[in-house]
């Protein structure tokens, strides 16, 4: 018994022990660079990039259900972030989720897993629903934390740093924009990914304290992105990826030129802050690029025409950028183009279209506030404290469960040992008696075989007496016998002595002396007594 329990038990352990390995390795370079070309396409190309990874991954034979995994994230992504096909995002995610397991312990695997969960995370907050984004950011981050990977953990933290951004929070958005630049900065990926993440942080940052009234530090942050990127461009000058991604770049440094222009235009500093908000809509403006940059900050060169009170030139800006919100619309510019408009109205003293422009303005300020309110009374901290309780709460109850079962196994096991000692020493009881039992046989065996011994001694001693004394009755039995034969001998040879009658009575006692003789020859063999021990 204790024998099977140790294998089994080893068993048990090697299972446990045992190294789990993914399952999509030997294709894992021709995906990276599948997914590596699709990170090449920008502008209007952003389009095409489900269509080219779904003929890539054809030419894949066989491809993994870690292979498919990477793709539906990456698809999940892009519908997310470049084509804004919420629904589509969704179901990729969800595919992600449904071709690996939750309770994996490879690396690998649990990246893509927490990615696919962030990305419903994202999709959550798109759709207002704040409550539920957290629930996903918070899974997102457990499994994570199980990966032991700071690279990692940085989508967690980018996340949490746009929620308290879009809370207003930015003395709390900061430092997750800090730690997710800085752990970005160690990590072993792809140059060109780790560029536009880096860049981006820095600009965050920049806005944080644009918003904060901490002018000084924005310009500084506007001006640590601007040399990140002239490090970056000159040390990657000769990759063919830096080059082909020329209108992203020039794109970033239109970005943080007008959030440095913003930052100087609140400093009074107008003259640089125009000078660098009409070079920033001037490069995003150009065909190809994302039209959202050129919106908003033709938006903040309004707000600086209005100050000073350029209200021709404010006119032709409000007109371009109604033209562009009509063929791109924006909410958010929408809002802030209304507001301006207001405040342009309200410029050339003109009260009737700047009271219709203000009503404008705030029905649809008042309508995005209900939107955001949600968000703007969540205490993300408390909202996590919360959600670990709970998790720790379902944690402790599954670990009473757990100690549940492995308290009735203990409680089999036991009974079972104790019924198996139970069996083991009535059977030594049983077999002790038996022991005895056998003892006592063998000794009244022992007893009887002595008094056989005793007795065939005794027997044998009597048979050698008994030969003895028939030896010694033969021998005296032999002389008469002989006289005899010889008085018959003799008579018979006399024929005139004796009569007819007579001589057959002689002929019978000599064959009987005779018969007597032999007899008594046969009990003086000296190998009688022998045949009489055998």
Request: proline residues 3%.
């Amino acid at each position: 018994m204790r024998k099977y329990s140790i294998i089994l038990g080893w068993l048990f352990s090697l299972a446990c022990s045992s190294p789990y390995r993914p399952d999509g390795e030997k294709n894992a370079v021709k995906v990276q660079q599948i997914l590596a070309t699709a990170d090449t396409y920008t502008g209007t190309m952003v389009d095409q990039i489900p269509h080219f990874i779904d003929s890539a991954f054809q030419q894949i034979h066989h491809p993994s259900r870690f292979d498919m995994a990477r793709k539906y994230d990456y698809l999940a992504s892009c519908y997310f972030t470049h084509q804004k096909n919420y629904k589509k995002a969704w179901a990729y995610s969800d595919s992600v989720l449904s071709v690996l397991p939750d309770s994996t312990r490879f690396p690998a695997y649990i990246k893509i897993y927490a990615s696919a969960v962030l990305t419903q995370g994202d999709l959550l907050i798109s759709e207002g629903k704040f409550n539920d984004a957290i629930l996903y950011y918070y899974r997102g981050r457990q499994f994570m934390l199980k990966t032991q990977d700071t690279c990692n953990f940085t989508e967690y933290s980018k996340r949490i740093a746009m929620l308290y951004y879009m809370q207003g929070r930015y003395r709390d958005a900061i430092p997750y924009f800090k730690e997710t630049f800085d752990a970005r900065s160690h990590c072993p990926e792809n140059s060109w990914v780790r560029f536009a993440e880096q860049q981006g942080q820095l600009n965050n940052i920049a806005w944080c304290y644009n918003y904060l009234g901490q002018l000084d530090s924005a310009v500084y942050y506007c001006d640590s992105a601007m040399r990140y990127i002239d490090r970056s461009i000159h040390q990657h000058r000769s990759d063919p990826v830096y080059i082909q991604q020329q209108s992203y770049i020039q794109t970033a440094i239109a970005v943080i030129n007008g959030t440095k222009g913003e930052a100087l235009r609140l400093k009074g500093d107008e003259k640089n802050a125009e000078q660098l908000l009409r070079e920033a809509i001037r490069i995003t403006g150009q065909k190809g690029y994302d039209i959202r940059f050129s919106q908003g900050t033709t938006a903040k060169l309004i707000s600086l025409l209005l100050t000073q009170h350029r209200y021709p030139e404010v006119r032709e800006q409000l007109i371009e950028l109604r033209q562009s919100l009509d063929q791109h619309p924006n909410i958010q510019y929408e809002l802030l183009w209304r507001e301006k408009q207001w405040l342009y109205y309200d410029g050339l003293r003109k009260p009737l279209p700047a009271f219709a422009a203000l009503k404008n303005y705030l029905q649809l300020k008042d309508s995005l506030a209900k939107v955001a309110r949600p968000l703007r009374v969540i205490d993300i901290q408390n909202q996590f404290n919360n959600i670990s309780r709970r998790y720790e709460l379902t944690l402790l109850k599954k670990q009473d469960e757990l100690k549940t079962v492995y308290l009735t196994i203990a409680v089999i096991v036991f009974a079972m040992a104790l019924i198996v000692l139970i069996l083991v020493l009535m059977n030594n009881s049983r077999s002790k008696r038996q022991l005895a039992e056998l003892d006592k046989l063998n000794k009244f065996i022992t007893e009887q075989n002595d008094h056989m011994k005793e007795s065939l001694s005794e027997l044998e001693q009597s048979q050698q007496e008994n030969t003895r004394m028939m030896k010694i009755m033969a021998h005296d039995l032999r002389n008469p016998v002989s006289s005899m034969l010889g008085t018959t001998e003799y008579l018979s040879s006399y024929k005139d002595l004796t009569q007819e009658n007579a001589r057959k009575q002689l002929t019978l006692m000599k064959e009987a002396g005779w018969k007597a003789l032999k007899l008594i020859d046969e009990l003086l063999r000296p190998d009688i007594t022998n045949a009489g021990k055998q």
